[in-house]
C-alpha cells in the first residue's frame, strides 16, 4: 500500500452507487449447508435477528450500565474492523486507498449491519492529512437506546464508531479515530461520524472516544508516542472534568452528608471556639482540621498537628508546652512545645483521648488561662492557639470509665462535628476513585484509563472499615495489578473480594467450639478475671511487636487504658 499513501486529496461521493463493486462482494458469500456453515471470503459468519443484538444490547446495558456497554461494543466493533481491513486488502490488494474504503462500506452494507454512505474521503498520507466523513442509519444500538430509554443526551453508535476506528486505524497503518456527531438516538435524522488521524483530533474533542475506545489496541500496538501522549493528556484533562468543581482544603466530595459538614465548617471557622472532631479512623479528620485553619482568620499563621497517641506518655507534655535545659535527663537545651510554635495559629491535637490524665489536667488550665508553663521553668508563657481536637474513641463513655475529664471534655465539646464514613458517602466514591487513579498514575508513572463499572459498583457495595484511607490503598493495589492503557477491574480487588466474600459468610463454623475450649482452659486453671485481662492484654501487646498504641487500638481500649491494666 505503498503508492497510496502517495494519492492526491481524493473528494468521493455516494459510492454505493457502484453496483459492480458490490455485487463483487455479494458473490463471495459461500452458503454449505451439508457443513452448517456460510464463509465469508476465509471467514465463516452467522446470520442472526436484528432484534436478538437489540435484546444483547440491552441486558448488557442494564447490567454494565452505558459507559461500559460503550466500550464493550467498540472493542467488538474494533475487532471486527481490523478483520475485515485484512480481508479487503487481501482481496484488492491492487486497488487505491480510496476503492479500499469503499469496499469496507460495501462489505458493512452486505453484512446487514447498517446503510452507510461516504460523504467526503480526503487521503494523503504523505502530507499526514486523512479525513473520512460517512452518513448511515439502521444501527441496532439506536433502536435500543431509543426503546428502553428514549432520547439520549450523547450518541450511542459505539459498535460503529468501534468498526470504523478499527479498520482505519489498519488501512491507515496508524492511529485513526472517528467521533460520532450526529446521531439517531438523540433525535437527529440520520447518524454522521467523522475519521481523522488521532493526532489530527484536539484531546478536549475525543476525551470520550479516548475513554471508551480500545486505546491500548490504538496505540500501544502501533508505538506511536505523540499519539500516546496525547491520549494522557485526554484522560487527564477528562478525570479533571469529572472532579467536582471546587474542593476545599482538597476533600473531594459532594454527597449531601459531606455538605453538611462543609457548610457547619464555614460557620465555625471564623470563630476562636475549640472544635472537636468526630468520626472513625480514616475519614479525613486531620483534613477538616486543616480546612477550618485555612478559612479562619489564622490562616496566615502555623498550622501545627500533633498525634497524642504516637507520643510516649511520659514525652506528651515536653512535646506540647516544651521543654527548659536540665529540665531531664537528655535536655541539654531549652526548646519550645507545639503550643509555642502555633502561636497565633491553630494546634491539632489528634487522638485526644489518649492523653494520659496529667497532662489532661494541664491541658485544661491553658485552655482556661491561655497560657503555658515548659517542663522544668518557672514562669508562665502567655498563647494564643486555636484548639481542634478530634478523636475516634467514645469520649462519654470514657468519662465514665474514669479515663477522661469531663471538664476538658466540656471545654473541647463546644463545637462537635462527626465526619460520616466512606460508606454513608456512596456519591463520593467514584469521585475519589478518579482522584486517587490520577494522583497513583503520576506518582507510579503509569497510565491507567479509569475502572470498570463492575468494579466500581463492588466498590460501593462494600462497607470500607478503613474508609477512605482503605480506598486509597485498595485503588493504589489495583493500579500496580493492572496493565497500562486498561481499565482496573474486578480482578485487581482480590483484597475487596476477599474482605466482602468473609462478611457474607460470616464466622467460621467452628468458632463458637474454639471459644468453648478458651473458656473451659481459663475456668479450669482457676485463674481470676484480672489475671485473663492482663495475659489477654500482654498477647496484644506482643502480637503489636510492643507498641502499646497499637495494642490498644486492637483491642478497642486507650492506650492509657492498657497501661493501667497491665499494671493493676
Known sequence: MTSNSEMN????????????????????????????????????????????????????????????????????GFESGQRDAKFITDQFSNQKLDKIFDSIIHLRVVRGFIKMKTCELKVNLKQHHFLHEVVFSGNFEVDTVLQNEGLSKSPSCWGQVGYATGYATALLNRPAIYKEVECGSTGNSQCKMIGKLADDWRPEEIATELECLPINKIFGNLSHPVLINQSRKTRRTDRREKSPPDNPGGIIGVSSAITRVFEKVAKVAKAKSPILFLGETGVGKERFARLVHEMSNRANQPFIPINCAAIPSELVESELFGVEKGAFTGADHSRPGRFERANNGTLFLDEVGDLPWETQTKLLRVLQEQEIERVGGVGSINVDVRIVAATNSNLESAISEGYFRSDLYYRLNIFPLTIPPLRDRKDDIPLLVDHFINRFNTEHRRNITGITQIALQRLLTYRFPGNIRELENIIERALILTEDYTNIDLGHLPYVEDKAMSLELGPPPEEESTYDNLFNELVGNDKTLTDIGKEFL??????????????????????????YRLKE
Open 9 to 76: 486529496d481524493t473528494p468521493l461521493n455516494s459510492l454505493l452507487s457502484d453496483k459492480e463493486d458490490l455485487q463483487g462482494l455479494i458473490d463471495k458469500i459461500e452458503f454449505s449447508p451439508q457443513h452448517g456453515r456460510i464463509m465469508f471470503g476465509p471467514d465463516p459468519i452467522s446470520i442472526m435477528h436484528k432484534s436478538g443484538l437489540v435484546g444483547l444490547h440491552r441486558e448488557v446495558l442494564e447490567h454494565l450500565g452505558s459507559r461500559e456497554t460503550a466500550r464493550f461494543f467498540a472493542l467488538l
Open 538 to 563: 500482654g498477647q496484644a501487646v506482643e502480637k503489636n511487636n510492643g507498641n502499646m498504641t497499637q495494642a490498644a487500638k486492637s483491642v478497642g481500649l486507650t492506650r492509657m487504658q492498657v497501661a
